[in-house]
């Protein structure tokens, strides 16, 4: 039999379900250490329980729930650093394709559902097995901290 780990997911399954305040409003305002990018009307982190190596939340920096909150200057800031965390993912990552897009509302998947974020999540062929269809497990073949090295650099580039 072979075994499988997978250390960081120990603290999705044991944190308390509700946390108080807005993770990603904390995120900006604190040293976190999965956060990629911090411009003045943008964000990217890290997801921390991702799909896949390099999933990315880009979120306006503003805490608002939908698209409509969003004014002109925040919707175009926000597009651009969804278009250049898929480029940067190209060049560092090199996916097939890409899934990309919003869950707005807990109906809809979104885990975090009072502040509005894209998610970017990178794909490969084959990266998908029996073993999500099955089992209900997700293999990650990178360290999450590994992945977060490779990006940076990239990110600290941007100028938004």
Known sequence: METMWAPWRIEYILKEKKEEGCVFCKAYGDQDDLTLYKGNTTMVVMNKFPYSNGHLLVLPVRHVFGLDSLDKNEMGDLLKMVEQSVAILKTQMKPDGFNVGLNLGKIAGAG????????????????????????????????????FDNLKPCFDKVLI
Do not use: C, M, Q, Y
């Open 112 to 147: 975090v559902e009072e502040h509005l974020h894209f998610h970017i999540v990178p794909r490969w062929f084959g990266d998908v097995n029996a073993l999500t269809v099955f089992a209900d497990i997700r293999v990650i073949p990178e360290h999450i901290k590994s992945t």
